[in-house]
T-cell receptor
């Protein structure tokens, strides 16, 4: 089976641009997570979907970050407008049923650099 | 809200020595604890998980015991190898009341020297 797929792997944006990151979860998985990874803060949860319903919208990340689950096999994370402090690795993860299996599979991530 | 605190920053060891990476947590819910490992330029992968109090769980030579009385889930290995050099994350999730949001610690880098 294919694992979690993320595109692009690298993205460079100018401050103020809109960028869209993409994620395809493992086929059949019901739950999907978006994280931001930095050396200082580690992994921070941005969004959490259960069966395409948004369960967690990231609190402090709400204003410029918007994740959507367009169908069960595709999700996007939009950052609008980008700021230099958004430079990080963005990870997507999926789970067959997080509240039962507690198994979470991560994608390779998208490294975002905002100039 | 929930929180996870790990051994700060960088742990450097010589091959063959034992290691313990600390993890403590705070939650008002019944906890499920995890350790993830992330090698350089790779995705994090699950190493261990547990929700059972005082039961040791093991995988790939690593082990941890969830102690609810002290809110701890420390990761240990009796003899580290060069291939254990990686970033280790402790994470927490609630198991009831719909509180399934995972919370991660900031990570501990383990570097093993020959």
């Amino acid at each position: 089976d294919a694992g979690v797929t993320q595109t692009p792997r690298h993205e460079v944006a100018e401050k103020g641009q809109t960028i869209i990151l993409k994620c395809e979860p493992v086929s059949g998985h019901n739950d999907l997570f978006w994280y931001r990874q930095t050396k200082i803060q580690g992994l921070e949860l941005l969004s959490y979907f259960r069966s395409k319903s948004l369960m967690e919208d990231g609190g402090a990340f709400k204003d410029r970050f918007k994740a959507e689950m367009l169908n069960s096999s595709f999700s996007t994370l939009k950052i609008q407008p980008t700021e230099p402090k958004d430079s990080a690795v963005y990870l997507c993860a999926s789970s067959p049923d997080w509240g039962a299996s507690y198994e979470q599979y991560f994608g390779p991530g998208t490294r975002l650099t905002v100039l | 809200g929930d929180s996870v605190t790990q051994t700060e920053g960088l742990v450097t060891l010589t091959k063959g020595l034992p290691v313990m990476l600390n993890c403590t947590y705070q939650t008002t819910y019944s906890p499920f604890l995890f350790w993830y490992v992330q090698h350089l330029n790779e995705a994090p992968k699950l190493l261990l998980k547990s929700s059972t109090d005082n039961k040791r769980t093991e995988h790939q030579g690593f082990y941890a015991t969830l102690h609810k009385s002290s809110s701890s889930f420390h990761l240990q290995k009796s003899s580290v190898q060069l291939s254990d050099s990686a970033l280790y994350f402790c994470a927490l999730s609630g198991t009831s009341g719909g509180n399934y949001k995972p919370t991660f610690g900031k990570g501990t880098s383990l570097v093993v020297h020959p």
